[in-house]
């Protein structure tokens, strides 16, 4: 499926206008997303909060875990690589860290700083495989790009 992300885009961006509370705007963009699309069954942001080091930002879904240092899990690759980790199905990839049993495909996308630096990355899963395409990675790249924008 392909999903419009149009109003989410602009909802996300009218809410946050203004907003210099990093959390608060992580918390936002988890809620619009989460509560936009049906299939997004753990939707969150993992915040670089040392060197190396990934601790768990808002979030909508299970229970997260609560750190991943960069040489973990498909967060953690995200955050070493700068590049966005598309992923149809969790079970081939060696990496991936199961906070679900039920997570079948996932997307990661980075949040970068202005001087290139990686602040967070937003994390998605879905228990549907390959419930991400293209779409999602251009748009949730821009999402992420505006977010780092706001950053305090
Ligand atoms: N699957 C992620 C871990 C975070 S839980 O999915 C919320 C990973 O492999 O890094």
């Known amino acids: ?58 979030y909508q879904g299970g229970h997260g875990c609560l750190e991943i240092t960069f040489d973990r899990g498909i967060c953690g690759t995200c955050a070493t690589t700068q590049e966005t980790q598309l992923v149809e199905n969790v079970h081939q990839r060696e990496d991936h860290i199961a906070c679900s049993s039920s997570t079948m495909s996932e997307i990661v996308v980075p949040v970068l700083a202005e001087d290139g630096k990686t602040l967070a990355v937003l994390d998605i899963d879905s228990d549907i495989e390959a419930a991400f395409d293209e779409n999602d990675k251009v748009n949730l790249e821009a999402l992420c790009a505006i977010i780092a924008t706001h950053f305090r």
């Not at 961006?13 to 989460?34: F, N, Q, R, S």
């Not at 299939?39 to 080091?53: A, E, I, K, N, S």
Request: negative net charge.
């Open 1 to 58: 499926m392909v999903r419009d992300y149009s109003q989410v885009l602009a909802n996300i961006e009218m809410a946050i206008e203004g907003e210099d509370d990093w959390i608060a705007i992580l918390a936002t963009v988890v809620c619009e997303l989460h509560n936009s699309f049906e299939d997004f069954h753990w939707t969150g942001f993992y915040r670089v909060t040392g060197p190396g080091l990934l601790k768990v930002g808002p």
